[in-house]
């Protein structure tokens, strides 16, 4: 088996340049990736001047749009906005950057990999870096990485047709907010594990119910984001949609059957009593009360 200097798991910028750096500096280099590229992955694709300046490939060549604006807004409504004399962010996308490095650290002589996952019983190389990303696996065969707090990311793309242009060009707007403030998301979760109902956790978290929670968050979605809530839709979204609305959508339909079933079986059971009520007057003729018998659907003999 060829041996190398070093073994770097992981394609990303951070695995693509250190790889580059490290062929550069002479080392035979090996790097391996699980996925094929191009290959996407969330991330918002803004490069920040400084770590363009710490980049030793140059990303022109990938870069999309130049950010000089910066808005910073507070829970969506105090919002202070900046221009910089020079862009801050260069904007780009992740499966064409990340492809634009690796394919730089392959002009540079490292060997490259695609579609390969690392495997801690077969490494023929001196040194290992890391590079596998936030669920990588190297740390936790090495025995590192204690203590990682795992969290949740959604990314949408939203295209200038959708989004207005001369509001969010060359702009960058970050959103210094929680959905809930007061309990967040996962007090809902939890709340709907234990209960096994979304009707029950929303009453018991937010305290009102499935059609109120849908309505205030469509509001609160449009409101915010203008034009953007239909993206806000699909992407905050995104997975939102997924998580939350789509079994809102069902929850809402299963409750409504049951409405309807108890209606139709409220029917059923008035026409049943009519019609024995019907039955017993014609059997038992004029042993009814009186004239004044008001039995609903009932034949007078
Ligand atoms: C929603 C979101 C928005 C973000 N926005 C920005 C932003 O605008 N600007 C910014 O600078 N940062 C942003 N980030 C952070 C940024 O995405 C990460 O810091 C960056 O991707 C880390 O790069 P990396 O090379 O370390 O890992 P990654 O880019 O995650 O690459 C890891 C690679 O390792 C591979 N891999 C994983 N496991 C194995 C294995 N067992 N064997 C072989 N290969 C493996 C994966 O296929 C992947 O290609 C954002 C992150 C998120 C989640």
Known sequence: MKRFDALVVGGGPAGSTTAWRLADAGASVLLIDKARFPRDKPCGGGVTARAERLCPIDISPVVEEEVDLVELRFRYEDAVVRRASQPVIRMTQRRRLDAHLLDAAREKGVEVHEGESFDPANVAADIVV????????????????????????????????????????????????????????????????????????????????????????????????????????????????????VPLYFARRHRDRLRMAALVAADEAAERVARESAIEALLHGDDWPGPGDERPGVPRS
């Open 130 to 245: 890391g590079a596998d990303g936030a669920n990588g696996t190297t740390a936790r065969a090495f025995d590192l990485g204690n203590g990682i707090v795992h969290g949740v990311a959604y990314e949408g793309n939203v295209s200038y047709g959708v989004a207005d242009r001369d509001r969010y060009a060359n702009r960058a707007v970050i959103e210094l907010a929680a959905l809930d403030t007061a309990h967040g998301l996962s007090d809902f979760f939890a709340a709907w594990k234990r209960e096994g109902s979304m009707d029950r956790a929303i009453r018991s978290t937010y305290g009102i119910t499935l059609n109120d929670f849908e309505k205030r968050w469509q509001q609160r979605t449009r409101r915010r984001y203008g034009a953007l809530a239909l993206v806000s839709n699909l992407t905050i979204g995104g997975a939102f949609v997924l998580v939350v609305l």
